[in-house]
Protein backbone atom coordinates (compact mmCIF):
# COMPACT_ATOMS: atom_id res chain seq x y z
CA UNK A 1 0.00 0.00 0.00
CA UNK A 2 1.58 3.58 -0.97
CA UNK A 3 1.81 6.11 1.44
CA UNK A 4 1.14 9.77 1.29
CA UNK A 5 3.56 11.42 -1.67
CA UNK A 6 3.90 14.77 -2.25
CA UNK A 7 6.27 16.55 -4.56
CA UNK A 8 8.36 18.16 -4.82
CA UNK A 9 10.59 17.86 -2.42
CA UNK A 10 11.94 21.15 -2.18
CA UNK A 11 11.32 24.48 -3.93
CA UNK A 12 12.98 27.61 -4.04
CA UNK A 13 10.58 31.01 -5.09
CA UNK A 14 11.08 34.48 -4.95
CA UNK A 15 8.93 37.17 -3.10
CA UNK A 16 5.30 37.77 -5.30
CA UNK A 17 5.49 34.48 -7.21
CA UNK A 18 3.15 31.77 -6.73
CA UNK A 19 3.78 28.32 -5.96
CA UNK A 20 1.79 24.75 -6.14
CA UNK A 21 2.03 21.82 -4.17
CA UNK A 22 0.96 18.56 -4.94
CA UNK A 23 -0.31 15.65 -2.47
CA UNK A 24 -1.35 11.79 -3.36
CA UNK A 25 -3.69 10.78 -0.95
CA UNK A 26 -2.84 6.80 0.66
CA UNK A 27 -5.19 4.50 -1.16
CA UNK A 28 -8.82 4.15 0.06
CA UNK A 29 -8.52 7.85 1.44
CA UNK A 30 -10.82 10.48 0.66
CA UNK A 31 -9.25 13.38 3.12
CA UNK A 32 -6.39 15.47 2.43
CA UNK A 33 -5.70 18.23 5.24
CA UNK A 34 -2.68 20.60 4.51
CA UNK A 35 -0.30 22.01 7.48
CA UNK A 36 2.55 24.65 7.46
CA UNK A 37 5.56 24.08 10.03
CA UNK A 38 7.73 26.70 10.45
CA UNK A 39 11.09 26.12 11.64
CA UNK A 40 11.33 25.16 15.09
CA UNK A 41 7.30 25.21 15.06
CA UNK A 42 4.62 23.08 15.40
CA UNK A 43 2.23 22.37 12.52
CA UNK A 44 -0.62 24.88 11.59
CA UNK A 45 -3.38 23.90 10.00
CA UNK A 46 -4.13 25.34 6.88
CA UNK A 47 -7.16 23.94 5.32
CA UNK A 48 -8.71 20.53 4.72
CA UNK A 49 -10.91 19.00 1.97
CA UNK A 50 -13.30 15.89 1.94
CA UNK A 51 -14.63 14.34 -1.07
CA UNK A 52 -13.41 17.31 -2.78
CA UNK A 53 -14.80 20.09 -0.44
CA UNK A 54 -13.15 22.57 1.59
CA UNK A 55 -14.34 21.07 5.06
CA UNK A 56 -12.59 23.61 7.30
CA UNK A 57 -9.97 26.43 7.09
CA UNK A 58 -7.17 27.40 9.54
CA UNK A 59 -6.20 31.14 9.88
CA UNK A 60 -4.51 31.38 6.69
CA UNK A 61 -5.15 34.20 4.39
CA UNK A 62 -6.75 33.47 1.23
CA UNK A 63 -3.57 33.61 -0.45
CA UNK A 64 -3.35 30.19 0.23
CA UNK A 65 -6.23 28.07 -1.85
CA UNK A 66 -6.51 24.44 -2.99
CA UNK A 67 -8.17 21.90 -4.65
CA UNK A 68 -8.97 17.98 -4.38
CA UNK A 69 -9.27 16.12 -7.42
CA UNK A 70 -11.60 13.22 -8.02
CA UNK A 71 -9.13 10.72 -6.95
CA UNK A 72 -8.50 12.45 -4.09
CA UNK A 73 -4.84 13.97 -4.52
CA UNK A 74 -4.80 17.91 -3.70
CA UNK A 75 -3.05 20.63 -4.56
CA UNK A 76 -1.96 23.58 -2.55
CA UNK A 77 -1.26 27.36 -4.25
CA UNK A 78 0.22 30.18 -2.54
CA UNK A 79 -0.24 33.29 -4.80
CA UNK A 80 1.75 36.40 -4.36
CA UNK A 81 4.47 34.81 -1.57
CA UNK A 82 5.91 36.43 1.27
CA UNK A 83 9.32 35.60 2.83
CA UNK A 84 7.48 34.12 5.86
CA UNK A 85 6.21 31.54 3.44
CA UNK A 86 8.79 29.83 4.14
CA UNK A 87 8.06 26.64 5.70
CA UNK A 88 7.68 22.79 5.58
CA UNK A 89 4.42 21.96 3.76
CA UNK A 90 2.72 18.91 5.35
CA UNK A 91 -0.26 16.91 3.41
CA UNK A 92 -2.17 14.28 5.28
CA UNK A 93 -4.81 11.97 3.98
CA UNK A 94 -7.29 10.15 6.45
CA UNK A 95 -10.44 7.61 5.41
CA UNK A 96 -12.75 10.05 6.21
CA UNK A 97 -12.02 13.58 8.13
CA UNK A 98 -13.06 12.15 11.13
CA UNK A 99 -10.36 9.23 11.11
CA UNK A 100 -6.13 9.25 11.86
CA UNK A 101 -4.33 11.21 9.76
CA UNK A 102 -1.19 10.05 8.09
CA UNK A 103 1.52 12.67 6.69
CA UNK A 104 3.76 12.95 3.84
CA UNK A 105 7.50 13.76 3.71
CA UNK A 106 6.71 17.04 3.04
CA UNK A 107 7.48 19.93 0.91
CA UNK A 108 10.24 22.30 1.99
CA UNK A 109 9.71 26.14 -0.03
CA UNK A 110 12.08 28.88 0.49
CA UNK A 111 11.18 32.18 -0.19
CA UNK A 112 13.62 35.03 -1.26
CA UNK B 1 -10.61 26.45 21.11
CA UNK B 2 -8.39 23.52 21.69
CA UNK B 3 -4.90 24.10 22.36
CA UNK B 4 -1.68 21.37 23.10
CA UNK B 5 1.10 22.80 25.68
CA UNK B 6 4.39 20.71 25.57
CA UNK B 7 6.45 20.86 28.69
CA UNK B 8 10.14 21.46 27.69
CA UNK B 9 11.16 22.59 23.93
CA UNK B 10 14.51 20.15 24.42
CA UNK B 11 14.79 16.97 26.63
CA UNK B 12 17.95 14.94 27.03
CA UNK B 13 18.16 10.97 28.45
CA UNK B 14 20.84 8.45 28.42
CA UNK B 15 20.34 5.42 26.91
CA UNK B 16 18.41 2.89 28.69
CA UNK B 17 16.79 5.51 30.78
CA UNK B 18 13.33 6.46 31.28
CA UNK B 19 11.65 8.80 28.46
CA UNK B 20 9.08 11.26 30.03
CA UNK B 21 7.65 14.02 27.43
CA UNK B 22 4.67 16.15 29.15
CA UNK B 23 1.91 17.62 27.02
CA UNK B 24 -0.91 19.08 28.53
CA UNK B 25 -3.94 19.97 26.53
CA UNK B 26 -7.45 22.51 26.82
CA UNK B 27 -10.57 21.37 24.84
CA UNK B 28 -14.26 22.00 26.07
CA UNK B 29 -14.84 18.91 24.66
CA UNK B 30 -13.60 15.55 25.04
CA UNK B 31 -10.65 15.73 22.82
CA UNK B 32 -8.81 12.96 20.71
CA UNK B 33 -5.13 13.06 21.41
CA UNK B 34 -2.41 11.99 19.35
CA UNK B 35 1.30 12.03 19.26
CA UNK B 36 3.32 11.99 16.13
CA UNK B 37 7.36 12.00 15.81
CA UNK B 38 9.35 13.44 13.26
CA UNK B 39 12.94 12.39 12.36
CA UNK B 40 15.07 15.21 10.87
CA UNK B 41 14.07 16.18 7.06
CA UNK B 42 11.10 14.06 7.41
CA UNK B 43 6.93 14.47 7.94
CA UNK B 44 4.95 13.14 10.96
CA UNK B 45 5.08 9.30 11.82
CA UNK B 46 2.07 8.78 14.32
CA UNK B 47 3.21 7.05 17.75
CA UNK B 48 -0.04 6.33 19.47
CA UNK B 49 -3.72 8.19 19.44
CA UNK B 50 -6.63 8.46 22.36
CA UNK B 51 -10.08 8.15 21.16
CA UNK B 52 -12.00 8.03 24.81
CA UNK B 53 -11.53 4.42 25.26
CA UNK B 54 -8.66 3.06 27.40
CA UNK B 55 -6.90 5.92 29.27
CA UNK B 56 -3.41 4.26 28.44
CA UNK B 57 -2.76 4.06 25.23
CA UNK B 58 0.32 1.67 24.05
CA UNK B 59 1.74 2.91 20.65
CA UNK B 60 4.69 1.92 17.93
CA UNK B 61 8.55 1.43 19.38
CA UNK B 62 7.70 1.14 23.09
CA UNK B 63 5.61 3.86 23.60
CA UNK B 64 2.59 4.48 25.73
CA UNK B 65 1.08 7.42 27.24
CA UNK B 66 -1.68 7.78 29.56
CA UNK B 67 -4.68 10.01 29.19
CA UNK B 68 -5.94 12.13 32.72
CA UNK B 69 -8.79 14.24 32.48
CA UNK B 70 -8.24 15.66 36.02
CA UNK B 71 -4.90 16.74 34.79
CA UNK B 72 -5.79 17.32 31.63
CA UNK B 73 -2.81 15.83 30.34
CA UNK B 74 -1.58 13.04 28.11
CA UNK B 75 2.36 12.26 28.61
CA UNK B 76 4.42 9.97 27.00
CA UNK B 77 6.60 7.46 28.31
CA UNK B 78 9.01 4.85 27.39
CA UNK B 79 10.54 2.62 30.12
CA UNK B 80 13.99 2.32 27.95
CA UNK B 81 15.81 4.76 25.73
CA UNK B 82 17.31 4.06 22.49
CA UNK B 83 19.64 6.08 20.42
CA UNK B 84 17.44 5.60 17.40
CA UNK B 85 14.55 7.31 19.43
CA UNK B 86 16.25 10.66 18.92
CA UNK B 87 13.67 13.00 16.89
CA UNK B 88 11.29 15.82 17.35
CA UNK B 89 7.75 14.79 18.92
CA UNK B 90 4.46 16.01 18.91
CA UNK B 91 1.52 16.30 20.96
CA UNK B 92 -1.71 17.12 18.89
CA UNK B 93 -5.20 17.27 19.95
CA UNK B 94 -8.25 17.20 17.79
CA UNK B 95 -11.79 17.74 19.00
CA UNK B 96 -14.96 16.10 18.97
CA UNK B 97 -18.95 16.67 18.45
CA UNK B 98 -21.75 15.43 20.54
CA UNK B 99 -21.66 12.43 19.00
CA UNK B 100 -17.80 11.67 19.59
CA UNK B 101 -16.83 11.52 16.28
CA UNK B 102 -13.25 13.83 15.63
CA UNK B 103 -13.64 17.15 13.68
CA UNK B 104 -10.38 16.54 12.13
CA UNK B 105 -8.36 19.31 12.25
CA UNK B 106 -4.89 19.06 14.34
CA UNK B 107 -3.48 21.15 16.71
CA UNK B 108 -0.25 20.65 17.51
CA UNK B 109 1.82 21.67 20.25
CA UNK B 110 5.61 23.75 19.62
CA UNK B 111 7.32 19.99 20.20
CA UNK B 112 9.74 18.61 21.93
CA UNK B 113 13.51 17.52 20.92
CA UNK B 114 14.73 14.58 22.41
CA UNK B 115 18.03 13.64 22.67
CA UNK B 116 19.23 10.37 23.43
CA UNK B 117 22.81 10.23 25.04
CA UNK B 118 25.35 7.00 24.88
Known amino acids: ETGVTQSPTHLIKTRGQQVTLRCSSQSGHNTVSWYQQALGQGPQFIFQYYREEENGRGNFPPRFSGLQFPNYSSELNVNALELDDSALYLC???????????FGPGTRLLVL | AQSVTQLGSHVSVSEGALVLLRCNYSSSVPPYLFWYVQYPNQGLQLLLKYTSAATLVKGINGFEAEFKKSETSFHLTKPSAHMSDAAEYFC????????????????FGQGTILTVHP
Open chain 1, 92 to 102: ASSKTYQETQY
Open chain 2, 92 to 107: AVSVSNAGGTSYGKLT
